[in-house]
């Protein structure tokens, strides 16, 4: 797992491979991954959108936009935490993603960034 903190708001990653749903004589490699969202803040939150970076091993690079996540907008109270898992596919059996939330603290309606850690996205077999 890996983790960041951005301006009082805490943000992990853990990733699983998922090999029922990959193809690797079709380079389509499929990733699972739960990410955790706490508020360390005194104020609530709200997430507004999502930018992902992808990377495949190969060097091909993807940006992925779009409002909240996984059709949600969580506000997220001081002390809660907002979890949610989503997918990736590659065409490599070894990537990498990272990216930043929009939010908004919703005492003022003042915007900000949250970092997303980079994390890799690695098929079990390749790590021996």
Known sequence: MVTTITDGVKVSVETIYQPE?????????MF????????MGNYAVRLLSRHWYIFD?????????GEGVVGQQPVIEPGHAHEYVSGC?????????????????????????????????VAPYRMN
């Open 32 to 39: 699972a991954y739960k990410v955790s969202i706490e508020n």
């Open 57 to 65: 091993s190969n060097g091909a690079k993807r940006e992925v936009e």
């Open 21 to 29: 749903y990959s193809n690797p004589a079709n380079d389509h490699f």
């Open 89 to 121: 596919n590659l065409k490599t059996d070894m990537g990498s993603m990272k990216g930043e939330y929009q939010m908004t603290r919703l005492i003022d309606n003042s915007l900000f960034n949250v970092q997303i850690p980079e994390f890799y996205l």
